[in-house]
């Protein structure tokens, strides 16, 4: 794929014998944008550092399992490869953003992934609140599947880390991340969307789901989210999730 930065859309081979199946992994934000910036003990705790931390291990877990991965990206880095023009004062445009959104999709599209896993980490204005949400499509033609995985994801993560089970939810139903207004008229996560012309012109073709398994803002999760234990916990049970979701029970 043209257009991407130094270690995006990096495509990795099973540990050992053939790949089964390819699973795409998008630890979310990176480069000029953090994403949620919480505190533990003191220091920061950036959600795109987190989202990374966590989606290494969890390529490092299929891999060795059979699976090949492709991450989009693999670097402190944006997808799509940034000009002057798409920061302002540091900060990403929104139509850096977006297209930086719709690299990651091309990138799973390309991959020929059989399953979009999308990892984020939340945010509240309350610092008591926590727990671990999950956001699927409701409109794809594979809704169904979008559905069964968004829930096989967040019970694992629920069990394994003992959050508070906010739930699962449509996309549809995400008020905040509008990043423009033709955002919120699409009304939908890109990675996971239907197409929209002009803004999502090649929608994912696989199942997909975002989760997001602890929010930042509470201190007490973002010290877990913070550490390699934490991590390491959130991306086996993230495998386990996927284990169920293939094994279609
Ligand atoms: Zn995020």
């Not at 990675?191 to 803002?217: C, H, K, N, R, Y």
Request: a negative charge; charged letters at 15%; aromatic letters at 6%.
């Amino acid at each position: 794929m043209n257009g991407l930065e130094a270690g995006a859309c990096m495509g990795l081979d099973p540990a050992g014998g053939r790949a089964a199946k390819t699973v795409f992994i998008d630890p979310g934000h990176g480069g000029l944008d953090p994403g949620v910036v919480g505190m533990a003990g003191g220091r920061q705790v950036l959600e795109k550092d987190v989202t990374l931390a966590v989606a290494t291990r969890l390529a490092s877990l299929l891999r060795a399992d059979g699976y090949r991965v492709v991450l989009s990206r693999t670097a402190d880095s944006s997808v799509a490869k940034l000009s002057t023009s798409d920061s302002v004062a540091g900060a990403m445009t929104g139509s850096a953003v977006h297209r930086d959104l719709v690299a990651r999709t091309l990138c799973a599209n390309a991959a020929a992934a059989s399953v979009l896993v999308s990892i984020h980490f939340d945010a509240f204005d309350d610092p008591s609140v926590g727990g671990t949400e999950t956001f699927y499509d409701p409109v794809r033609p594979f809704a169904a599947d979008n559905k069964r995985l968004a829930n096989d994801l967040q019970a694992a993560v629920v069990v394994a880390l003992g959050t508070s089970d906010r739930g699962v939810w449509t996309d549809e139903q995400l008020s905040a991340p509008t990043l423009t207004a033709a955002g919120g008229q699409y009304g939908h996560l890109i990675e996971l969307g239907p197409a929209a012309a002009g803004w999502v012109d090649s929608p994912s073709q696989m199942p997909g789901a975002l989760i997001e398994p602890m929010f930042l803002t509470n201190s007490a999760e973002a010290r877990v989210a913070s550490q390699p234990a934490g991590q390491q916990k959130v991306a086996v049970a993230l495998r386990a999730g996927l284990q169920k979701f293939f094994s279609g029970a």
